[in-house]
């Protein structure tokens, strides 16, 4: 198994919050996890878990409070900005929002070369690698001249792609590729850079809450709640046998697209807790179904089974069912 | 009595490069207590019909031709801006993608409920006592504290429930409802449509929703319009359209979905081509030039084709069942 090419270990982001003192809120709350080359890694969880601030902490867009990062044998957390500026060639991001994260007043061959301007270009011609990147996503040379209004949901997204790709990057962290998109451009997005992962060799980054997307192209998952890993690994296990009951329960609401569908649903209550005031103990007790004493009081560590980690004292087993629903399947 | 009855419905929009006809001959029914659905990609024209049956259209669109009767009594397309503002609210109302667009941020929660209960009579009382109710059916707990907080104080799932209880909080006829789910995730989506459907039949409103998501629209809708650039292409009940659909187009569109492919694939199904300029529509079927089953017939325009009972399909080939494998 090859090394791996970026290792976040035990990272804390934390925000100043007026009024409740020096500690402020904790986005991101104690995570770990690494990425091999070639690897696609997901991270799912609701608006708000944390997702977004855990790819800006990985990118050196967001300090980090607490622990490590390193990228390709370097510890990067603690470079300056002119140290990560080599770095982030190797790193590159896709944010969301297609059309947002392209200037409405540049042209998509301005856009797609600006990552060699701001790089320095030295001596590269700019036309022939406009060619070179539109081709590889899929789009039409003659798009060079267009501006970003000028282009569907799907087309500016293989833009972002295209500037994402440019400095030839090992890892590509992807913040909700294929939001806002539909499912047949979505799948031509997935596709674009499923090809580009294996004909490149990238690593990739996927923030999602599509969980049918994760089951597709990850090969790893990890899912959030309130800022931390609560379950992580193989995605097909995952899937397949989820340990956690936020990772159950998440399985079991994804909507499918057959209405004489016979649902048996985890329901949990949806008052989600604030960051502001975590809950003792497990953080998921208070809308778990299966929370018992124990779980009110004391934290739960992260559990290793296997290449699996989890955070619960009383991991499910296959099927499981909340107490009072056990029928319901 | 049906809601809303579309028909004939044209819209036009004047660019620098000539007129795009954003919306040809659109007809459909939403019947009273019911939940349809809308489906298509990216610039299909749902947005532009929203605005249309608003009375929003940008200043460059304009209506021409066509009908949207609403509680069979008014036509919204003649109707003036006046009249339009009176129905905006307490008898047709929205909710959108993102709550906090719907949110004011410096205002409580509270003051904002009792703040769009302009119209009626009544002491600031009643207005709270009739917002705390609101949110009472939409499960905020604690709803008479909650009126005193601001909508950051909420997190994304609970924000999208107080949007929804101020746009029900009128009564309305019928709810707009576009992409509400699209920010949450998949157990707090869940939890917003089946709340949605019990405030649905408790006020006995009809709903129009706009997804992405078949899987929502499955589980949430009773019928459903799939739209291609700017026409219905097929209608029907949820059954009919998820179970035996008709046209081409939404084939490929449910073959799309990802939730469909049940062993684990890396190359995911696409509808290759792209949806056609508006300014120069095609002279036939307009889904033809990405079609797998494009034929001779298929250069005349099409005209919609009765199926069954409130089924019906914009193609020449409607009445033979498809093939399940028609990616081939």
């Keep these: 198994m090859s090394e791996p090419i970026l290792t976040v270990d035990d990272v804390e982001v934390t925000f100043p919050v007026r009024g409740i003192g020096k500690e402020g809120i904790k986005g991101v709350a104690g995570v770990s996890f690494d990425v091999r080359p070639g690897e696609t890694f997901a991270l799912v969880g609701e608006s708000g878990s944390g997702k977004t601030t855990l790819a800006r902490a990985v990118n050196g867009l967001q300090a980090i409070s607490r622990g490590e990062i390193n990228f390709e044998g370097q510890r990067i957390d603690t470079m300056s900005k002119a140290q990560m500026q080599p770095i982030r060639r190797r790193m590159s991001m896709m944010f969301q929002d297609p059309v947002g994260s392209l200037s409405p007043r540049m042209t998509v061959g301005d856009l797609v070369t600006e990552p060699f301007r701001i790089h320095g270009a030295e001596g590269r011609d700019m036309r022939a690698e406009t060619e070179r990147l539109l081709s590889l996503v899929g789009l039409p040379v003659d798009f060079a001249t267009r501006y970003p209004h000028q282009l569907s949901g799907g087309q500016a997204r293989r833009v972002g792609v295209a500037r994402a790709i440019a400095l030839d990057p090992a890892l590509i962290i992807a913040d909700e590729p294929t939001a806002g998109l539909d499912v047949s451009v979505q799948g031509e997005v997935l596709n674009l850079l499923n090809d580009l992962r294996e004909r490149l060799g990238l690593a990739m980054v996927i923030i999602t809450h599509n969980l049918h997307v994760v089951h597709h192209v990850a090969d790893r998952t990890a899912v959030m709640y309130l800022g931390r890993f609560i379950e992580t690994g193989e995605t097909e296990a995952v899937f397949g046998a989820p340990r956690h009951p936020y990772t159950a329960a998440l399985l079991s609401a994804n909507p499918e697209p057959d209405p004489d569908k016979v649902h048996a649903r985890i329901s949990l209550p949806a008052e989600v807790p604030s960051l502001l005031s975590r809950p003792a103990g497990c953080e998921f007790h208070t809308r778990c179904p299966w929370a018992q004493a124990r779980c009110s009081s004391d934290a739960p560590g992260e559990v290793a089974e296997g290449a699996r980690r989890h955070r619960c004292y009383f991991p499910l087993d296959p099927g499981a069912m909340p107490p009072g629903m056990e029928g319901a399947a | ?328």
């Design chain 2, 1 to 328: 009595m049906t809601t809303l009855a579309i028909s004939g419905l044209n819209v036009w929009f004047s660019t620098e490069d000539g007129p795009l006809h954003a919306l040809k001959d659109v007809e459909f029914d939403v019947p009273e207590r019911s939940i349809v659905g809308i489906v298509g990609e990216s610039g299909c024209g749902k947005s532009t019909l929203i605005n249309a049956i608003l009375g929003l259209l940008a200043d460059n669109g304009s209506i021409e031709g066509g009908s949207i009767q609403f509680e069979g009594a008014q036509d919204l397309v003649i109707l003036g801006p006046k009249e339009m503002q009176d129905l905006r609210g307490p008898r047709i109302s929205t909710v959108f993608q993102d709550p906090m667009g719907a949110l004011n941020p410096v205002l409580t929660v509270g003051r904002q409920m009792v703040n769009i209960q302009y119209r009626d009579g009544g002491s600031t009382a009643e207005k709270r006592a009739r917002a705390e109710e609101m949110l009472s059916l939409v499960r905020i707990p604690d709803a008479k504290a909650a009126l005193d907080r601001y909508p950051h104080q909420f997190s994304g799932g609970m924000k999208q429930r107080i949007a929804i209880a101020m746009a029900l909080m009128m009564k309305p006829a019928l709810l707009i409802a576009d992409e509400p789910t699209t920010a949450l995730d998949a157990t707090l989506e869940v939890a917003t449509i089946e709340l949605l459907k019990d405030l649905q039949e408790e006020i006995g409103c009809s709903v129009l929703f706009i997804s992405h998501h078949l899987g929502v629209i499955a589980e949430l809708c009773d019928e459903v319009v799939v739209m291609y650039a700017g026409e219905v292409v097929e209608r029907g009940s949820v059954r009919q359209i998820f179970n035996d659909p008709r046209h081409p187009y939404t084939v490929r569109l449910l073959e799309c979905d990802p939730a469909r492919q049940t062993s684990r694939s890396r190359n995911l199904p696409t509808i290759p081509g792209e949806i056609p300029d508006l300014r120069q529509r095609p002279a036939g079927c307009v889904f033809a030039p990405r079609c797998h089953r494009v034929h001779a017939g298929c250069d005349q325009a099409q005209s919609l084709v009765e199926i069954g009972e409130g089924h019906a399909a914009r193609c020449n080939l409607a009445l033979e069942p498809q093939t399940a494998e028609a990616t081939a």
